[in-house]
Structure formats: C-alpha cells, structure tokens
C-alpha cells in the first residue's frame, strides 16, 4: 500500500469514525448532558476549517452549516423592535418572501417610556416567538446605548438616558426573548451615542464615566438578564475599535463581568485580524463578500496555520459560538416552535403601546375627549396616515398590518362623531395644504394635530444624525396657526424629542407618541378617549432648546478631527440640568394622567437581615382623582458631602403601581448598597460612603415631595 493509499484510507476511517459520532447518541446531541461537556464534545469534532467557518458570516445575516454533525446554519436576524423582514444573501435589499412578516412592537424609546419592566419582559417574549416561528437563532437586540444627545439618529431605538431605567427594561426584555430557545444580542457595545461618523469616530472619557453611566445597563444585561450575545460597536474608545477593543470586551465585558456568551461584530465593524483575534471578537458579520476574504476567515486561517495564534485562542472562540447554539437548544429536538403575530402578541403590542404614551399637558382636562359630546373632530397632520413600522434601517419591520392614528380614532369613534382628515403639512411644504387643514380647524369641535418626526434619513434613522431639534415641514407654523383657529387642539407628535417653545404655551393638550408599533392607532385612540389612563413618563429630558442639553451647551459634539470627548462627564440628561439648575422643557421622569396621586408617610426602613435590602423606602401613594390610573414611582438618592463630585441626584429605584380611585397603597423600594454607590476611578472601585444621603421620592425628577435624611454607618468598597 502507498503512503498516499494509506492517508486516504485513513482520512476515510476517520470521516466513518466521525459519522458514527454524529449520530444522535453522541454527548453533544444530548440535551440531558451537561452544556460544557456537549459543548467540548462537539469542538472536539470540529475541523480547522470548521472552526474558523463557525467564526463569521457566510452570508449577511447566517453562518455556515456543517451537515455531517447535524449543525444548522445559524440565522441571526435584526432586530429590537421585532423579526425583521429577510434580507437578500449578498445585498441589502428585501428578499421578496411572503413569508417574513412579523408583528411591529413600539420603539425601545416608547417602550422605555412605560417604565414598566414587566412589559419589557412581554416584549421580548413577542420577538423571542417570533423569532423562532421564522426560523431565527439569534435576535439583533435590544440597543441600550444611552441618550447623549438629543441629535443621535437612533434615539429611538433605545432606552433614554438613565443607566438604571435602560438596564432594567433591557434585562426584563433579554429575559423574555430568550425563554423562546434563542439568543438576545445586546447592543452597541459601548458607547456608541451618535451616528455622526460612526464607524470612525473615537471617544474619549473618564474611566468614571464609562463605569457610571455607559456600562450598567450592559453590565445588568449581561450579570442579571443572562444575555447570550453582545454586539460590538462602530465606533471607537480610546482608540481602539469597539469591535475588537481589549479593554471593553477581554477586561471588562468577560474578565469582570463573566461572559460566557458569544461578541460578534456591528456588520462591517472589524478591521483588523490580530486585533479580531486577541481582542475577545468571536463572531465577525459584515456586509460584503467574499466571506472568505473576512478577517477571522482566511487571515486568520492562514495566520494559525504559520503558527502566528495559539490555537487555545481559536478554541476559546467557537466555544462560545457552541455553547450559545447549545445553551438556545439549537440542537435539540423540543426547541420551542415560536409563535407568530398571535392575538396576544397584538394585545402586547397595543399594551406597551398604551403605556408607553407620554401626557405632557393637558390644560382644563381638555383630554380624555368625550365622543358623546363631540360632533365633529378634525385630524391633521400626515403622521396620521403614515405608516411608521417599516423604517428606521436594521430596526425596520415588514407589519403584518399598521394601525395609523387616523385609523384608530376612526375605527375607536365609529359613525357618531364626524372625522375629517387633512393633511397639513408635507415635505416639500404646500401653502393649499395649510389653507385646507385651517377651513377644517375652524369647522370642527376639536382638532387632534398627528405630527412629529419619521424615519427619513436625518430624522430618526440610522447612518445619520438630526441637523437640529427642530419640528420639519413647518409643523411649528401650522400648530400656531392651528390652535388660533381653534384653541381646541391636541398635539400628538410621533418620534423623538422635539423643541415646542413657539407654541407650547397656546396648545392645550399634548401627547407624546414616540413610534408606538402595528398597534399605535388602537393605542393613541385608546388614551385620547379615555379608555386607557395614560401612564407613560419620560425616560429622557426634553430640552427648551438645543443649546442647553449638556454635550451641546460644552460644545462636546460631535467631535473635532475624529474624536469625539464627552466633557460632560457623568451629567447626561437630567443629571446635567438638575446639578447645573438648567430648566428643561419638560424633565425626566415626567407625565400626566387622568388622575392625580399623593404622596405621603415616607419611612425610612433599614433591613435587619441579609436577606433583605440595605434599605426600603416605605410611603403611601393615593389615587385622589376620579379614575383609575397608574403611577410611576421614582426614587432619587443625593449624597450630601461625597468625596468626590456627584451629580445632584440619581435615578435607584421606581415602580409602577395602578390604584383605583381613593385607593391607598404602601409601596416599598428596596435600595442596595449600590444604590449609593458611585465609581472611584483611582481606586478602582465601587464606594458607598458613610455619609449623608437624601432620599427623594415622587412622580418626575423635578416632582419629588417626599425627601427623608438616612445616614450610611459604614463605608463600603466593591469591584
Ligand atoms: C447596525 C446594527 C444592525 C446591523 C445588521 C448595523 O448597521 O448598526 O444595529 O444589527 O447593521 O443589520
């Protein structure tokens, strides 16, 4: 026999050996097995060539199969929002299937705006569903990136600008995605606060402000919501791409933290092969092929092969590919089928939609509108009409249906009120537009005006971000000119923040609407009717003008000659206008329901075991209007002589408690010791110090009527 007979045959025993493995009796197919010995038992099965196949992208959105051990091509699918439509193999236009439609959940800022982690959890169980009833494995969300600027074109998508109200709602959401057997991937891990140049940009800050601001959320998402996958991010940190940045993905995010799961790249968001290699990336996507060409593809290959990476590197990398496959029973034979659009996944959506809506006025209780006493109603403004869910960019959605606000008022008031619609403004402007929405102004009861933003490139989108915080398409003329011929007008606008000074003070009732999903008509009529009391609160600050949010008041944005350094520090959002006493528009933590609520009795109640909390704030909280509601209750804690600078106050605690009318409920917030906590970047720990604290409590960081001293005994340090 030849040598080369005798390699062949040897080649073929071991292809037989492997085969006879492959059968279901082997440990890596079964689920009652250990996940870490299914997951070494299938790596030790595995090719050079598998291996690295395992590592990226074999066409946008899938990686490659490997039939002779029963491993499915995976199907990673944006996005936050719900199952994206399928995306052609090499380009990035739709697909064209009939198949890929998905039920619309409402924005993460709309969903943020809920405050409610319980809808956060049902959210993700829609999208955990859905993706599995499309054949997905891993899911392109939630984006926790925190609200730096107002301008950022993807605002919407994530959760506002409070660490704490982010993490919460993102674990909840990761918690329920993942129940339908697939991975949630976190993202953009970090910080990633602006579109402006972002696949380039680089960003500067303290070590303090990284722990204390942009971290925890990802921190929570990943300790408590046991998140399987977390995407890298464009942009740079010091330095280093965020796709392959040592510090942020090997210290931190698996040192630290202990992530066990899978890093894959944003799409195109790798550069570099050593950097990919050593830097803790495990998973490289992009957007163009070849795949080969990608960076943990063929470099990488041919880079062990001479011997340039320890292949314990290597291992260490598809392990955490397997062990996410495994962990979501990709495998296995019971994996959940999912479920699709289903009537509860509806009633989820309008659910979240209904609470996510934000009352920011309502002068005389012009809302709730009684149809029984209005005869004629006009609705104006194109984002009536306009169908929202299908853009955005990767968070867009191919609807199953869209209920846009016109419809949902027509379908909520049916024949007895009589619904004129015209459209008002448009881009490009019409002056005949503006005319005919007054005639109908003038003619009617009661004007809702349906405005705001939409996903147009510049507006609430991907790729780029807004010029200015401004209403486009004159809209600030029109609602002027709208509520002078009738000054009974609602203003609903859609999208993120807007600035309103030219006409707040006339309008009497405005609704913040954000992208409310499939569901937001039936939602919207829902709250303007009064079926639903509204309980939505702002999970960021509006502010009176552009000027005086904090990066744009310290001239920090967007960056000169690449770099991008966050002088604000720690005083994003409401931590910049309370400490520098800046009156925004409208704060954070901020709505109006049908009801009032009163707060009271607040006692301080220290735990006395270690089972309960270091501290809980007791008070009473009672519905004394006439209808039923629900009331977020927020929990600032102010430290009053700390060793280092803080912030005048921070969000540790809220709840969302529904009462009916005279109700009376003691609620209790536990507080842990983190909750006094901040960073101290020279030691390198997390500090609560004995010390003075105030706790305040009540229904928006600018409404908080309840404040009680409580004194820390003793200092303590954590990592
Ligand atoms: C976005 C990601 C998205 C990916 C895939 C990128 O441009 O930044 O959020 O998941 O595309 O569509």
């Given at each position: 026999m030849t040598l080369n007979t005798a390699s062949r045959l040897g080649v073929a025993l071991l292809a037989l050996a492997l085969n006879v493995c492959a059968e279901p009796t082997a440990i890596y197919m079964d689920p009652q097995q250990p996940l870490e010995q299914r997951v070494a038992d299938l790596l030790g099965r595995l090719t050079l060539e598998e291996k690295i196949a395992q590592l990226h992208g074999d066409s946008k959105f899938t990686t490659a199969a490997i039939p002779r051990l029963g491993i499915p091509r995976?199907?990673?699918?944006?996005g936050p929002h719900g199952v994206r439509e399928d995306i052609g193999p090499d380009t990035w236009n739709a697909s064209g299937h009939t198949d890929d439609f998905a039920t619309a959940m409402p924005a993460g800022i709309c969903l943020a705006a809920t405050w409610n982690p319980e809808l956060g959890h049902a959210e993700g169980q829609v999208i955990g569903q859905e993706a599995r009833a499309r054949g997905k494995d891993i899911m392109l969300g939630p984006g926790v990136n925190i609200l730096r600027t107002p301008l950022c074109g993807r605002n919407f998508e994530y959760l506002g600008e409070d660490p704490l109200l982010s993490g919460r709602m993102a674990t909840g959401?990761?918690?329920?995605?993942?129940?339908?057997?697939?991975?949630?991937?976190?993202?953009?891990?970090?910080?990633n606060n602006q579109e402006y140049q972002r696949g380039t940009i680089n960003v500067e800050m303290d070590e303090r402000t990284l722990r204390e601001i942009y971290l925890p959320a990802f921190k929570m998402v990943v300790q408590e919501g046991r998140v399987w996958s977390v995407m890298g991010a464009y942009n740079q940190l010091r330095g280093e791409h965020c796709c392959h940045n040592d510090y942020?993905?090997?210290?931190?995010?698996?040192?630290?933290?202990?992530?066990?799961?899978?890093?894959?790249?944003?799409?195109?968001?790798?550069?570099?092969?050593?950097?990919?290699?050593?830097?803790?990336l495990d998973l490289e996507m992009g957007t163009d092929g070849p795949y080969d060409d990608f960076y943990l593809a063929r470099p990488y290959r041919e880079g062990l092969q001479h011997g340039d990476y320890p292949l314990a590197g290597l291992d260490e990398k598809v392990r955490r590919n397997l062990r996410v496959m495994l962990a979501t029973h990709v495998l296995d034979a019971n994996r959940k089928p999912g479920s699709l659009n289903t009537a509860a996944h509806q009633k989820t959506a309008e659910q979240v939609a209904a609470e996510g809506l934000v009352l920011l006025k309502n002068r005389d209780q012009l809302l709730p509108l009684d149809p029984q006493k209005i005869v004629?109603?006009?609705?104006?403004?194109?984002?009536?009409?306009?169908?929202?869910?299908?853009?955005?960019?990767?968070?867009?959605?191919?609807?199953?249906?869209?209920?846009?606000?016109?419809?949902?008022?027509?379908?909520r008031v049916g024949s007895s009120v009589n619904v004129t619609f015209s459209e008002g403004y448009r881009k490009?402007?019409?002056?005949?537009?503006?005319?005919?929405?007054?005639?109908?102004?003038?003619?009617?009861?009661?004007?809702?005006?349906?405005g705001g933003l939409n996903h147009d490139k510049g507006f609430d989108c991907e790729g780029a971000d807004r010029p200015n915080l401004e209403l486009p398409y004159g809209q600030n003329e029109l609602i002027q000119k709208l509520v002078a011929a009738n000054p009974r007008t609602v203003v609903v606008l859609e999208g993120t923040m807007v600035t309103m000074d030219t006409w707040l003070d006339q309008v009497p009732a405005v609704v913040q609407a954000w992208y409310p999903g499939m569901e937001g008509g039936n939602a919207l009529a829902a709250v303007l009717f009064g079926d639903v009391n509204p309980s939505g609160k702002l999970p960021c600050?509006?502010?009176?003008?552009?000027?005086?949010?904090?990066?744009?008041?310290?001239?920090?944005?967007?960056?000169?000659?690449?770099?991008?350094?966050?002088?604000?520090?720690?005083?994003?959002?409401?931590?910049?206008?309370?400490?520098?006493?800046?009156?925004?528009?409208?704060?954070?933590g901020y709505g109006l329901s049908y009801t009032q609520f009163k707060y009271s009795n607040l006692k301080l109640v220290p735990g006395t075991n270690a089972e309960q909390p270091l501290l809980s704030a007791e008070f009473d909280l009672t519905n004394t209007g006439q209808r039923p509601g629900a009331e977020v209750v927020e929990l600032y804690v102010h430290q009053r002589h700390p060793s280092l600078a803080r912030p005048e106050q921070e969000l540790k605690g809220f709840q969302k408690v529904g009462l009916n009318p005279g109700e009376t409920r003691r609620v209790s917030v536990p507080l842990d010791r983190t909750a006094f906590a901040f960073y101290d970047d020279r030691q390198h720990h997390w500090r609560a110090e004995a010390d003075e604290f105030e706790i305040r409590v009540g229904g928006s960081s600018r409404d908080l009527p309840l404040k009680q001293r409580y004194q820390l005994p003793v200092t303590q340090t954590f990592p």
């Open positions: 995976r199907w990673l699918s944006d959401y990761v918690r329920g995605a993942q129940a339908a057997d697939i991975a949630s991937c976190v993202k953009h891990f970090a910080a942020l993905l090997n210290h931190i995010l698996k040192g630290e933290w202990g992530f066990q799961g899978l890093v894959m790249s944003d799409w195109a968001g790798v550069h570099d092969t050593r950097q990919a290699v050593r830097n803790g004629s109603l006009a609705v104006i403004g194109e984002n009536a009409v306009r169908l929202q869910a299908h853009g955005g960019e990767s968070s867009e959605i191919k609807a199953f249906y869209e209920v846009a606000p016109l419809s949902g008022i027509l379908q490009g402007g019409d002056t005949n537009l503006v005319e005919r929405a007054l005639a109908a102004a003038r003619q009617a009861d009661v004007v809702v005006f349906i600050t509006f502010p009176r003008r552009l000027l005086d949010s904090p990066a744009h008041a310290l001239g920090a944005y967007p960056g000169t000659n690449g770099t991008v350094t966050y002088t604000e520090g720690l005083l994003v959002g409401y931590r910049w206008f309370d400490t520098q006493h800046v009156e925004p528009l409208f704060p954070f």
